[in-house]
């Protein structure tokens, strides 16, 4: 699939992983040219820009064209703009898209669930040790 039958708006998303690790981030393709740069808007977690100029990532898009049918771009290359005061993203690609199937990890939208998460994690195993030492203390009296 070339970038320029890539249908305006569609609904994509971005997978960046290292080191067998990945994270996936949901955006919104808002133009195409020369069959090379996807543009799309920027990728905000917790309000804060995504940013995936980072070296050793494996990046790739994967876009809907239609419910149930996607294509993705490998080894892509994204960069963050800015024009008229708003960020933007381009995707820079040099191979056509494949066909493929949906991602079935979920995206990230916000690191807080997980650091909530954590928290509880934490405070639920620190209520079995307290609860265990009473235990143990009440036996022995």
Do not use: C, H
């Not at 996936?24 to 804060?48: A, G, H, S, W």
């Not at 993203?89 to 979920?106: D, F, H, N, Y």
């Amino acid at each position: 699939m070339n970038v320029e039958d890539i249908p305006i708006p569609a609904m994509a998303a971005i997978r960046v992983s290292k080191e067998g690790k990945s994270a996936l981030f949901e955006t919104t393709i808002i133009q195409t040219t020369d069959n090379k740069y996807i543009y799309t808007m920027p990728v905000r977690v917790d309000n804060k820009l995504v940013n995936f100029e980072t070296k050793g990532l494996l990046k790739e898009i994967k876009i809907e064209f239609a419910p149930f049918e996607f294509y993705v771009w490998k080894n892509i290359s994204i960069v963050r703009f800015v024009e008229d005061g708003k960020s933007y993203l381009r995707i820079r690609t040099t191979t056509p898209g494949i066909k493929a199937m949906a991602w079935s990890e979920k995206p990230v939208t916000s690191t807080k669930k997980k650091k909530e998460n954590l928290i509880r994690e934490e405070a639920l195993e620190m209520a079995n040790v307290v609860q265990e030492k009473a235990q143990t203390e009440g036996d022995q009296q």
